[in-house]
């Protein structure tokens, strides 16, 4: 067959020469000035045409995928020619180009009527009057095939030295333009690629020379949605960056930049920094050495990433841990207090039993009396904030409530602060104890009165929110929902940063001695907490403060008044009325001796016959040995071992007509173990008087079965 690969000569004549060296100007001319692709063959092709007569030229390019031919050039060929061979796949038997592609080697067919390579596309050919076609793979440095050349005749013709010359250069100044046009092309793509990184994540991109004065040499856009700062603005001052960062927060990321400077390692800082409306801003900003151009000097490359709302988590994970860990201590302290106040109070209570009416040492009792009662309404405080405190929640109406306290504050603010009380129309129901809901409003509106000494604006506020998933407010503590909401705000003094971020803490006052304790807000962060709801505050130096406290909105249900005044702890000392006693036989179980003893001693006292444990399993083991009835069982809570509940329960399922009534003083476990049933229980919170134990004794014995 007339198909083969030709040997080249190398032999050119000079007037040939001249003629390749100019075609390889005006190729090259056109690559450097960014011609495309497309024309820049046209004219290769054309400038060959113009030169032999008769010939035709035909650049082919491949595909990336290796099997595709598409059409480059071909000026003079057939438009429909050309389109019906664009596409073409290489193969062993394709023509001249997708055999020459499919082998890489020359394929030269002197007649396209005879030859078993156009088997498939003769007719094509032919009727275009197409009869002879060379084609020559066309390859890039690394030897890669980019495509086809090919010179067609429309007779039957072999090539000539000459045309083999011809071929060389033309193939050789194809590939230099298709290696430069896909080259220019990946990186092109490569470039968007990583514009498109740089510009789209959440993070500003940066390019800077070292230092922390450094100029600027590129910022990605989002510094503009970031911190309100277009590129040019930004890239305007190389102080833009230093300016910035929050003053507290210099040192660390200057000690960064040296580091990096020193090592080369990566840069690595967390700072904030102020946006151009103020705000502040925290950033993780990491940084890469990058070699500039010339291989000499180093720019650092990196990411500055927002993590603002990171840290805003973050920091309320630590305080409430630490709200957490600081109620633990201070539940822990109450309990030890409590029982140490009972000692105290119920030796007080003997010896002003033992005086004569009109004896003077009665009025220094009372002075301890007086003590000690101050003394436990501070351990109550501490136990509302550790949230440990015995609640008897109950379905109430804020408004209600509002109207209750109101009525107490007009008293309190005095006349120089006005106060304003807006509650809503149709407020749902709140589930939480009524004496601390009361005790809540008060303490934040006692706060808001110490805040304006000079007068202002109280105002109390209901009303009813819907937070859904993803509010900008609801976080971790605060699931989306709807709320009932609570909104105190003052036209005080305000509070700065520092006070804001201690208020809640038990102790944490700002007050002179003798005036605060610091514990009003740890109570309401408790008895909030407890009630499942959360607190927001709004405070400016000098501009008042508004507290939002929302609880979860649950339906309402119609008032019952229960019998809660007779177990609320702390009433005066001297109540009215002989002390009531009996005959019946009661159960002692209480594992703090000074108190067990006390509580036994003083039931005796009253009639009572009375059996003393220590603790839960020695209650049991003489309630099984006893064969007399067991009228009343007075139990601690929270014991060793068995628990009040747990002994009252066993207790009871072998004498159901005992009584019971529980003693608490000690932080339990659970919020919910802290619900009393009001219908079911009694309870006694420590430290109580024996006056009230003698009472309420007496009271649950009376109790009819219900
Ligand atoms: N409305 C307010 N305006 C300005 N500062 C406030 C306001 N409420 C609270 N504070 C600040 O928070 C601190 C703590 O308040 P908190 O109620 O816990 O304690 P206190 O008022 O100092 O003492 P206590 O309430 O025990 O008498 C206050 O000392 C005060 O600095
Ligand atoms: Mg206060």
């Not at 910022?219 to 890239?235: D, N």
């Not at 607190?535 to 939002?548: D, F, N, Q």
């Not at 009040?644 to 329960?649: F, K, P, S, T, V």
Request: glycine share 8%; proline share 6%; aromatic share 6%.
């Amino acid at each position: 067959m007339a198909t083969g690969v030709q040997p080249v000569s190398t032999k050119e004549t000079p007037e040939s020469l001249e003629a390749f060296s100019l075609l390889g100007e005006t190729v090259l001319g056109l690559i450097r000035a960014q011609t495309p692709l497309p024309e820049i063959l046209t004219v290769l092709c054309t400038q060959i045409e113009k030169r032999y007569a008769g010939l035709l030229c035909s650049i082919l390019l491949l595909d990336i995928d290796g099997k595709t031919l598409r059409h480059g050039a071909a000026p003079s060929l057939p438009e429909e020619y050309s389109r019906a061979i664009d596409g073409a796949q290489v193969g062993p038997n394709v023509g001249s180009c997708g055999t020459a592609a499919y082998y890489n080697q020359q394929v030269v067919v002197t007649d396209i009527a005879t030859d078993p390579l156009w088997a498939d596309f003769r007719l094509l050919a032919l009727s275009h009057g197409l009869r002879a076609c060379w084609s020559t793979p066309i390859a890039s440095l690394d030897s890669k095939i980019l495509g086809t050349f090919a010179i067609y005749y429309r007779e039957p013709r072999s090539p000539d030295a000459e045309h083999l010359q011809l071929i060389v250069h033309c193939t050789q100044l194809a590939g230099i333009a298709i290696e430069h046009d896909r080259a220019k092309a990946q990186l092109r793509s490569a470039e968007t690629r990583y514009r498109n990184l740089v510009e789209r994540v959440p993070a500003i991109t940066y390019i800077a020379e070292l230092g922390a004065e450094g100029r600027w040499h590129y910022v990605s856009p989002q510094i503009e949605t970031i911190l309100g700062y277009s590129p040019a603005e930004w890239l305007a001052n190389p102080m833009n960056w230093l300016n910035h960062i929050h003053p507290e927060d210099r040192e660390i990321a200057l000690a960064a930049e040296k580091h990096f400077i020193e090592t080369h390692e990566l840069f690595q800082a967390e700072y904030r920094m102020f946006a151009s409306d103020s705000s502040v801003i925290w950033f993780r900003d990491e940084g890469v050495p990058l070699v500039k151009a010339d291989g000499h000097a180093l720019l650092m490359q990196g990411l500055m990433y927002d993590i603002t709302e990171h840290k805003r988590l973050e920091d309320q994970v630590r305080h409430s841990q630490k709200m957490e860990a600081v109620g633990q201590l201070a539940g822990g302290v109450a309990h030890d207090f409590n029982n140490l106040l009972m000692v105290i109070q119920g030796h007080n209570e003997r010896l002003r039993d033992r005086l004569a009416p009109a004896d003077p040492a009665r009025k220094d009792l009372a002075e301890i009396e007086n003590a000690v009662n101050r003394a436990a309404s501070l351990t109550r405080q501490l136990l509302a904030f550790s949230r440990k405190q015995v609640l008897r929640p109950k379905v109430l109406d804020l408004n209600t409530v509002l109207t209750e306290v109101t009525k107490m504050l007009r008293r309190l603010i005095g006349d120089n602060i006005e106060l304003i009380v807006i509650p809503s129309a149709l407020l749902g129901g709140v589930k939480a104890d009524p004496g601390q809901m009361e005790q809540v409003i008060l303490n934040l509106a006692v706060n808001s009165r110490d805040a304006m000494p000079q007068g202002g604006k109280l105002i109390l506020e209901t009303s009813e929110v819907d937070l859904e998933a993803g509010d900008a407010r609801s976080g971790e503590d605060t699931p989306p929902g709807r709320y009932v909401v609570l909104t105190v705000s003052d036209t005080g003094s305000g509070m700065d940063a520092a006070t804001q971020a201690r208020m809640f803490e038990p102790f944490f006052t700002t007050k002179p001695p003798g005036k605060g304790t610091g514990l009003g807000l740890a109570t309401v962060y408790g008895v909030v907490k407890q009630s499942d709801g959360w607190i927001r505050v709004e405070s400016k130096l000098g501009r008042g403060t508004t507290i939002k406290i929302h609880f979860p909105k649950v339906e309402k249900v119609p008032a019952v008044r229960t019998q809660t005044e007779e177990l609320l702890p702390v009433k005066p000392l001297a109540s009215a009325g002989p002390v009531p006693g009996g005959t019946e036989s009661v159960l002692v179980v209480e594992d703090q001796e000074g108190i067990r003893n006390m509580i036994g001693e003083s039931l005796r006292r009253n009639g009572y016959r009375v059996v003393i444990a220590e603790d839960g399993d020695q209650a049991l083991q003489m309630a099984s040995g006893l064969a007399d009835p067991i009228d009343l069982l007075v139990t601690d809570l929270m014991m060793p071992n068995i628990g009040g509940r747990e002994l009252a329960h066993q207790l009871m399922s072998l004498r159901p007509q005992m009584k019971v009534l529980f003693m608490s003083g000690y932080p339990e476990q659970t919020v919910s173990g802290n619900e009393i049933n009001e219908e079911t229980e009694a309870v006694l919170q420590k430290p109580f008087s024996l006056d009230k134990l003698a009472r309420n004794v007496r009271r649950v014995l009376d109790k009819r079965e219900s």
